[in-house]
């Protein structure tokens, strides 16, 4: 199966061929060998062994337990993690949770987060201008009544009175008329509204049927987005130059990156499940690799490798679908029985399986350990045979 | 074709399984002066003439 | 509706040729069941990948420039 479309001779074919690296880094090689034109085959040689060594120091070894390595590079550092919920570090006045909370609701793979929170970069203009990036602010944060106006409600005639203030809806840029029809819209009401005072009342007349209008009026989003409650701005030196940024306090990423002047191809969130509903499960398995590295780094303890991180990510995406760590996700999952009584509920697990007639194939950990065999990891998985001729088949790769 | 070399579990598992037997009193293949069976069984190792031979992966079943 | 593909954090998905798939799959010796899955409705999944389809993933990898992955268009 060896087809080399490359222009080498077949000395230098037979030199590469002869390690054992895979197909990718052997054509790799081919490549840089082409390139250099008057390469020689003891040149070839040289670079094919260079890289095989440095490839074979790079693999993981066989039987080496990364899951566990992972579990306890990422476990230690958690000690030092903060335990408290404390806030407002990191970027601007938006209230974060940070540390071990955090760290576990992200393997938890929470519906959404304890504080919810937008990165919105903006687009050409909006990005500069801090007019323009102003209006993004007032399509992102949710407008109550009470930022618009004043309201009082007028007993003695049973109505509710609201005068919105001229230059809040200048700059919120929103009518009075359109103030008006959302409140006909969400309340039902008929509305009375000449400038910018707005009239309204229950239809028949009732103490608390006035009231309860002014409390259902004072949960109605005017403009903006329901979930955001804030919006900070910022000016910050990126790589683009100096621009600036937006952060929310509360999430809805499918309805931000759909605003004019919202750069949908940098704007982020913290909701793992936001990502992946509109951004897929590529972008999710980012995310929670960037989420958790954060998290650590924040504390000083970036230090733990990535790959622990990726692995982690890797298998919370495995399935095209975020599955948490732990009974609900990836350890409820497991296969065999006596695993997942050793976990949780160990009776439910034992009983159900007697009476479904289970199999325990004792391929995994835990239920080795349980029964008193050697584990499949490490040492315990070497499969020894006396003797130095090798029975069938020679050792391919 | 010389077998590619152990890594650090199958080499730890061939020196085990090599020490048990030399405790046990077999022939031991070198002249060494140690009597530790465990590091008989390193210098027999590092000499290779152990007749152990380690299958691995796809080849086992 | 804003093009998800665009997003920095989505790398680049494309539908794998049959032909291609035998070799890689021989070359990792694997069924294609035992790749990674992604689900059908994925927003980042190509208009045209079906199921069973296998979906060639090109990341910007934080351990080397560029990784390789595939994943498997499930229901």
């Given at each position: 199966m060896t087809n080399v479309h490359y222009d080498v001779d077949d000395d230098t074919i037979a030199v590469v061929e002869d390690t054992n690296l895979p197909r990718r880094l052997k054509d790799e090689v081919y490549e840089t060998l082409e390139d250099r034109g008057d390469a020689t085959v003891e040149d070839a040689d040289e670079l094919s062994k260079a890289v095989e060594a440095r490839y074979m120091d790079t693999r993981v070894d066989p039987l080496d337990p990364v899951g566990t390595v992972s579990a306890q590079s990422i476990g230690e550092p958690g000690t030092q993690l903060?335990?408290?919920?404390?806030?407002?570090?990191?970027?601007?006045?938006i209230d974060v949770t940070q540390g071990l909370p955090r760290l576990i609701e992200l393997v938890d793979a929470?519906?959404?987060?304890?504080t919810p929170m937008m990165t919105v970069y903006l687009e050409d203009e909006y990005a500069t201008e801090r007019e323009k990036a102003h209006e993004v602010v007032w399509n992102l944060e949710a407008t109550k009544i009470l930022a618009l106006g004043d309201v009082s409600t007028n007993v003695a005639d049973m109505r509710v009175q609201i005068s919105l203030n001229k230059d809040t809806l200048e700059e919120r840029m929103i009518t009075a008329e359109e103030v008006a029809e959302i409140i006909e819209d969400n309340l039902g009401v008929s509305t009375v509204q000449q400038g910018t005072e707005i009239q309204f009342g229950p239809e028949e007349p009732s103490y608390r049927d006035l009231l309860q209008l002014v409390e259902e009026l004072r949960d109605?989003?005017?403009?903006?987005?329901?979930?955001?409650?804030r919006v900070v701005i910022r000016r910050e030196e990126l790589d683009e130059g100096e621009q600036f940024v937006l952060y929310t306090e509360g999430s809805a990423f499918g309805d931000a990156l759909e605003i004019e002047g919202v750069d949908a191809s940098r704007t982020t969130c913290n909701n793992l499940h936001e990502i992946h509903r509109n951004l897929g499960i590529e972008a999710a398995r980012e995310t929670i690799i960037e989420e958790t590295h954060n998290t650590l780094a924040e504390q000083g303890l970036d230090d733990v490798n990535v790959r622990h991180l990726m692995l982690v990510a890797d298998m919370m995406t495995n399935r095209g679908e975020i599955e948490s760590i732990g009974r609900h996700g990836i350890s409820g999952s497991k296969q065999s029985v006596l695993a997942r009584a050793a976990f949780e509920v160990t009776v439910n697990h034992l009983l159900n399986a007697a009476i479904h007639g289970e199999i325990d194939d004792l391929d995994g950990v835990t239920e080795n350990v349980i029964v008193g065999k050697p584990i499949k990891?490490?040492?315990?998985?070497v499969d020894l045979r006396m003797g130095s001729t090798d029975s069938g088949g020679s050792q391919a790769d | 074709m010389q077998q590619e070399r152990h890594n650090r579990y199958e080499k730890a598992r061939i020196l085990g399984a090599r020490a048990l037997q030399v405790s046990y009193g077999a022939p031991v293949l070198i002249e060494t002066k140690q009597t530790e069976p465990i590091l008989i069984a390193a210098e027999e190792y590092d000499a290779g003439v152990l007749p152990f031979t380690v299958k691995r992966g796809y080849d086992r079943k | 509706m804003v093009d998800v593909s665009q997003h920095e954090l989505v790398p680049e998905h494309t539908v794998l040729d049959e032909d291609v798939l035998e070799e890689v799959l021989a070359e990792y010796d694997i069924?294609?069941?035992d790749l990674p899955k992604i689900k059908?409705?994925?927003?980042?999944?190509?208009?045209e990948a079906e199921i069973g389809d296998v979906i060639k993933i090109v990341r910007d990898s934080r351990t080397t420039d560029q990784a390789v992955v595939y994943r498997l268009v499930v229901e």
């Open positions: 903060t335990m408290n919920t404390f806030h407002y570090a990191g970027v601007a006045e929470r519906k959404t987060p304890d109605i989003t005017f403009k903006g987005i329901e979930e955001v409650s990891l490490g040492t315990g998985d | - | 069924d294609r069941t059908r409705n994925d927003s980042a999944l190509p208009d």
